[in-house]
């Protein structure tokens, strides 16, 4: 097997392709698309978006110090694109991709209706790294759409068929390939007939 070397890069794909709803002090809003935001503790619950200071979403985050990422979806994937291509100076981008504004339970920043799952966060940090700055956050509260509960109350957001990116193009999830442990569980023994 043959190997290349390339120059350093970011190659820990795919990611997650989220739209992100920002607001400034005077409650002017808008949605930028990112791939560069995860999780980043579990307790306390903390997330992070990183986004060059040249993008109009950039000072709206600085003013508030608060954003929510909202999980996109297939249904959603024009929308993801659009948002991630053009500038809120210049569009407004809810009113274009007919996406509802959610009055978010915590934060002053609206959610999308449209999006199976809304995380709403708080900026404890920003840390700037270069060529964009690391906002990271607590997580103060998530919305789920009731509609993708099961008949035990789990939340399946596989049914909302979440999408991905990956080197320029978006890719749906496909099927499971497994579940958290299963290399390790201990198989059940057949019963003998």
Same mark, same amino acid.
């Given at each position: 097997?043959?190997?290349?070397?390339?120059?350093?890069?970011?190659?820990?794909?795919?990611?997650?392709?989220?739209?992100?709803?920002?607001?400034?002090?005077?409650?002017?809003?808008?949605?930028?698309?990112?791939?560069?935001?995860?999780?980043?503790?579990?307790?306390?619950?903390?997330?992070?978006?990183?986004?060059?200071?040249?993008?109009?979403?950039?000072?709206?985050?600085?003013?508030?110090?608060?954003?929510?990422?909202?999980?996109?979806?297939?249904?959603?994937?024009?929308?993801?694109?659009?948002?991630?291509?053009?500038? @809120?100076?210049? *569009?407004? %981008?809810? #009113?274009?991709? +007919?996406?509802?504004?959610?009055?978010?339970?915590?934060?002053?920043?609206?959610?999308?209706?449209?999006?199976?799952?809304?995380?709403?966060?708080?900026?404890?940090?920003?840390?700037?790294?270069?060529?964009?700055?690391?906002?990271?956050?607590?997580?103060?509260?998530?919305?789920?759409?009731?509609?993708?509960?099961?008949?035990?109350?789990?939340?399946?957001?596989?049914?909302?068929?979440?999408?991905?990116?990956?080197?320029?193009?978006?890719?749906?999830?496909?099927?499971?390939?497994?579940?958290? @442990?299963?290399? *390790?569980? %201990?198989? #059940?023994?057949? +019963?003998?007939?």
């Amino acid at each position: 097997m043959s190997r290349q070397v390339w120059k350093p890069g970011n190659m820990v794909y795919p990611v997650p392709a989220a739209m992100v709803t920002v607001a400034d002090k005077e409650g002017n809003s808008n949605i930028i698309t990112v791939s560069w935001t995860g999780t980043v503790c579990t307790n306390p619950p903390m997330a992070y978006v990183s986004i060059r200071k040249e993008r109009f979403s950039h000072h709206m985050i600085m003013e508030t110090k608060e954003f929510v990422i909202n999980i996109t979806t297939e249904q959603l994937a024009y929308a993801t694109d659009f948002c991630g291509v053009r500038s @809120g100076r210049d *569009v407004d %981008k809810f #009113k274009e991709m +007919k996406l509802t504004k959610g009055t978010s339970s915590v934060v002053s920043v609206p959610f999308i209706e449209e999006c199976p799952v809304n995380i709403e966060c708080r900026v404890t940090q920003v840390l700037p790294l270069g060529s964009h700055d690391m906002f990271l956050a607590e997580v103060v509260a998530v919305n789920v759409d009731e509609v993708y509960m099961d008949e035990k109350n789990k939340f399946c957001l596989d049914k909302a068929n979440p999408i991905v990116y990956s080197h320029g193009e978006y890719f749906g999830l496909g099927k499971q390939l497994g579940n958290f @442990g299963y290399s *390790v569980r %201990k198989k #059940k023994a057949r +019963k003998k007939k």
